[in-house]
């Protein structure tokens, strides 16, 4: 297709590029600027409306094209193979062209908010001048051709069940762990830091899971979670907490989400995060609510789970 043909075009424009950044850096998971958390919230939510509307097909073959990527990684920078680079871009170019163009300009607007003006000449500053210049120069000939195969409409919005075992299991799971999700300051900076003792390529490794587990999910229950996220986004109150009601709604598409995919799958992200997270991270995260709405939310959690396998 047109878009595959012109990453090849993006990746000798970009490639150099691409070798240069270190990214391997743990600056990239800072803030690109003042930490806002609720304004951060307001730009995920951009991407997640767009994450909604985006051809299911195209992200699944986004996400494998990211994993085959990470399998090509090679020199201490942790670059991929110019192969997997190209088809990297050819597949975000595609779920690009699958939304309309306003959806995808909201991010950048969104983005561009919460990001200090001086971050793209620190990064520039970080590698070859000129190499930077060619790839956006690069970059801005791709996006003519992704807005030339783009779409005007939004897809239809997800079927979302109901009236399912997980749909009500939900509720109990909810009705047991919102007071939990109440004791929980969602507003530090604290999620933003590293995992201690952890190298990017080890934390990589437990990401790669996950991307390999969101490939394999069922296209429209992903679409309805990202929905339900959205909607439950839009229900937060000053502390960063979500209604009662839409809280249950993220719980039940999250567990029809799980049971959508083989139990092997959801133990291997579990299993590569037990790997790299250090007991003092959970031991922290206890520490700061109260223990008996942990625990209920808990034992709430190990009932959910018996109805997620029950449909898996
Ligand atoms: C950049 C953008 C990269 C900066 C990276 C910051 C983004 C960080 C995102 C963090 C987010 C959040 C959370 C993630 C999840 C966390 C969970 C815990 O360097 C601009 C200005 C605005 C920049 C900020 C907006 C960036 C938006 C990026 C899209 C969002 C992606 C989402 C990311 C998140 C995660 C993904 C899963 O646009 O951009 C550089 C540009 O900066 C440079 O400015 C441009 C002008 O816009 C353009 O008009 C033009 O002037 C150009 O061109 C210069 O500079 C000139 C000529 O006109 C060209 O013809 C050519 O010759 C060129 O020069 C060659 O040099
Ligand atoms: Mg990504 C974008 C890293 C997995 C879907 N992703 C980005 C970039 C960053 C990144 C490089 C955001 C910061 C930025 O804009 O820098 N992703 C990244 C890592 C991983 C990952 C490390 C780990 C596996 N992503 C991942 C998965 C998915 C996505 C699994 C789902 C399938 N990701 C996704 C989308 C987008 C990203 C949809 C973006 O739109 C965003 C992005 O790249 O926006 C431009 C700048 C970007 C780069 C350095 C990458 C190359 C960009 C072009 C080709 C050349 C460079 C031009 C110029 C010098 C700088 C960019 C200017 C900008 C205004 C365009
Ligand atoms: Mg998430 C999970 C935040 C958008 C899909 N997501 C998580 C949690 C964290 C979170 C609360 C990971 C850390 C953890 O396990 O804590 N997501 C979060 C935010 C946003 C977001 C802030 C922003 C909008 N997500 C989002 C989107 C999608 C997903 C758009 C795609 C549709 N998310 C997704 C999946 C999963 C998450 C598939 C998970 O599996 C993971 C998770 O929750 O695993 C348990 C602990 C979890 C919580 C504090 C909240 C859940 C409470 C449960 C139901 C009861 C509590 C049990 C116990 C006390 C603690 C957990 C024990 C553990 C062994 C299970
Ligand atoms: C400017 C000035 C003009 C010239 C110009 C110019 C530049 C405009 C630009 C630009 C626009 C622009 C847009 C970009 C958009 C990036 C969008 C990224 C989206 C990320 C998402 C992340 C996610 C996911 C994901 C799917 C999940 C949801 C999420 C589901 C169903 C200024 C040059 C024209 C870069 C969507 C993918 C996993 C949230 O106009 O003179 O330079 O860049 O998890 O969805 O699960
Ligand atoms: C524009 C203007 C509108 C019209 C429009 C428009 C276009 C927007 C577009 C577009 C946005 C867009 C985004 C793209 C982003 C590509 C990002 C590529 C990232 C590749 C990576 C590869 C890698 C790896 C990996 C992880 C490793 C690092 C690497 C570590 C720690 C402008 C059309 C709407 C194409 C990250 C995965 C292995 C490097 O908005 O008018 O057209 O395209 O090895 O991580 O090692
Ligand atoms: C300038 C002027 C214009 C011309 C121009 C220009 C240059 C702009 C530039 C540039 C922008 C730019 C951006 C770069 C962005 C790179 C983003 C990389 C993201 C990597 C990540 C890696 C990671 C991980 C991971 C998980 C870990 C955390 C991390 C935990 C819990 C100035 C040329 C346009 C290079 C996210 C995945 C391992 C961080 O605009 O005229 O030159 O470069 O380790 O999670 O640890
Ligand atoms: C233990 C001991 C026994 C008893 C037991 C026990 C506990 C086991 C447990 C547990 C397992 C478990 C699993 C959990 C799994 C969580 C998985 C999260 C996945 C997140 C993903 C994120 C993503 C995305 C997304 C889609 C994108 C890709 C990504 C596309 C196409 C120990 C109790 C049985 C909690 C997949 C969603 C946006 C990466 O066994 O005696 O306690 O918890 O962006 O994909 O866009
Ligand atoms: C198990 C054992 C195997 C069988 C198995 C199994 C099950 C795994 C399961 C399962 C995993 C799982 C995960 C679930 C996670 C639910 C997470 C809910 C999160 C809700 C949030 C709501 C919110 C918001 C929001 C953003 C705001 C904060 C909030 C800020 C900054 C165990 C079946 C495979 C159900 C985060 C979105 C508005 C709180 O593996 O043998 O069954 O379920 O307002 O952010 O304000």
């Not at 085959?68 to 192969?83: D, E, F, L, Q």
Request: aromatic share 6%.
């Amino acid at each position: 297709d047109e878009i595959g043909d012109a990453s090849k075009k993006l990746g000798d424009a970009s490639y150099n590029f691409a070798k240069e950044v270190d990214w391997n850096n743990g600056i990239f998971l800072q803030a690109p600027g003042k930490f806002q958390p609720l304004k951060a919230l307001k730009a995920i939510d951009k991407m997640i409306e767009m994450g909604a509307a985006a051809d299911p097909k195209l992200l699944k073959a986004a996400a494998e094209a990211h994993h085959k990527a990470i399998g090509s990684i090679s020199g201490p920078n942790g670059v991929t193979s110019r192969a997997d680079w190209d088809e990297v871009n050819a597949a975000l170019g595609r779920v690009v062209a699958s939304v309309p163009k306003a959806k995808v300009m909201a991010v950048y607007d969104a983005v561009k908010d919460i990001t200090d003006p001086k971050v793209p000449a620190y990064m520039k500053s970080l590698v070859n001048g000129p190499d930077a210049e060619k790839a956006y120069q690069g970059f801005l000939e791709f996006k003519d051709v992704v807005a030339k195969n783009q779409v005007t409409a939004a897809s239809a919005p997800a079927v979302v069940p109901s009236g399912d075992k997980i749909g009500a299991a939900a509720k109990q799971l909810s009705d047991a762990s919102y007071p939990f999700i109440k004791d929980i300051d969602w507003l530090p900076d604290i999620y933003l830091k590293p995992l201690p003792g952890k190298t990017a390529p080890e934390t990589l490794k437990a990401i790669d899971k996950m991307i390999v587990m969101g490939a394999k999910m069922d296209g429209n229950l992903l679409k309805a979670a990202a929905e339900a996220h959205h909607k439950a986004i839009g229900s937060v109150d000053s502390k960063g907490v979500t209604s009662a009601a839409d809280y249950e709604a993220v719980n039940a598409a999250l567990g029809r989400l799980v049971a959508s995919v083989p139990k092997e799958t959801v133990m291997d992200v579990y299993n590569s995060m037990a790997k790299i997270v250090d007991p003092t991270v959970t031991n922290n995260m206890f520490s700061k609510v109260n223990p008996l709405d942990a625990v209920a939310a808990a034992k709430g959690f190990y009932t959910f789970k018996d109805v997620a396998q029950a449909s898996q």
